[in-house]
């Protein structure tokens, strides 16, 4: 074969490569809709990306283009498998953004259960971009439930040493540290988040647990009535509210407190519910109420007789009712 014959092939693989190329880096995702401007426009896009999945199922890029169609239309379980796909095939050399691409697909992890996935990219970002806060914060979140809190506190204490003026890292330490039982630490990281945003009513409701939990009763109370302002804080944090003046023995206060818990019950069966009911029970039991600690003990037996000694208080107190059923007729002319 002569040198210029040789010449002209290797001029013709290359121009088949720049072909190639063009059309993998250029053509395709140009030719894959991907207007997502209004529903019809979004079910085009799938349309497109489903065809080129069709004719090409290795290509990470269509699969990637198809997922974030599915995602414009809100069907995130069928997006996820599509990125599921395209990172079994590999983005690396692709036109596919890899900072997006696994900020999404960790996010749909995270959503749809799959933590030690989710964990995984994180991580790779981590890698890439050490300076994100974001990202240790959410790796953060994810090693408790591998029961690795010494890492979750490692990796939220640099999302909160790179960005000390974001509330949700601070309250997520300090619910890692509450969790440790860690109360001095934990404190420290939710009166944190209440510096950033004094109506953050989750922090209020833990650090008047904290509180509790020590048993500084009067140290947990004010932050305990300021969470129950919350509506979706109000029936835990009257709750305990409740278990602080029961401890503190000012039963009238409990009873106060427990009563307003009870009457924003919307689902007896919820175990705040049930609590609720037996600490007034109890408040009434101290204060010689016995009739009104009958009807709490009662409403809790209907829900889960196994709940607790309500059976026991229910035998006890039923010869009471009895003898005072009797007294009240014996007392009739």
């Not at 088949?16 to 019809?40: E, H, M, N, Q």
């Not at 959503?111 to 953060?140: D, M, S, T």
Request: proline letters at 4%.
């Amino acid at each position: 074969m002569s040198g210029q014959t040789i010449t002209i092939t290797i001029l013709i693989a290359g121009l088949c490569f720049l072909v190639y190329f063009i059309v993998k880096k250029v053509v395709l995702p140009k030719r894959i809709k991907t207007d997502y401007r209004s529903k019809a426009k979004i079910l085009e896009a799938i349309k497109s990306a489903k065809a080129a999945v069709e004719r090409e199922p290795q290509n990470a890029e269509a699969r990637f283009f198809l997922g974030k169609a599915f995602l414009a239309d809100k069907r995130e379980e069928q997006a996820l498998r599509e990125y599921r796909s395209a990172s079994r095939i590999g983005i690396s050399g692709t036109n596919i953004p890899e900072t997006e691409f696994r900020e999404t697909i960790a996010h749909l992890y995270n959503k749809f259960h799959e933590p030690e996935e989710a964990l995984r990219e994180y991580i790779l970002l981590i890698k890439r971009h050490p300076g994100n806060p974001e990202y240790y914060f959410q790796a953060g979140k994810i090693f408790p439930g591998r029961k690795r809190p010494d890492l979750a506190v490692q990796y939220l204490r640099k999302a909160v040493s790179l960005k000390p003026a974001e509330e949700r890292y601070h309250f997520e330490l300090g619910m890692q540290y509450f969790h440790d039982k860690k109360s001095k630490e934990a404190i420290g990281e939710l009166e944190a988040a209440l510096k950033i945003n004094p109506a953050n009513s989750d922090a209020l409701f833990y650090l008047g647990k904290v509180y509790k939990s020590a048993k500084d009763y009067t140290g947990a109370i004010p932050f305990l009535e300021k969470a129950s302002r919350d509506q979706e804080n109000k029936l835990r944090a009257l709750v305990e509210l409740g278990g602080c003046y029961m401890s503190l023995k000012i039963f009238d206060k409990a009873i106060a407190e427990l009563d307003r818990a009870v009457n924003v019950i919307t689902k007896e069966s919820d175990s705040e519910s049930l609590y609720a009911r037996y600490f007034l029970a109890t408040s009434y039991e101290k204060t010689k109420e016995f009739a009104k600690a009958v009807e709490q003990w009662e409403k809790i037996y209907a829900q889960k007789k196994s709940f607790r000694d309500v059976g026991e208080k229910l035998i006890e107190y039923n010869n009471y009712r009895q003898n005072s059923t009797g007294k009240e007729s014996a007392a009739k002319p």
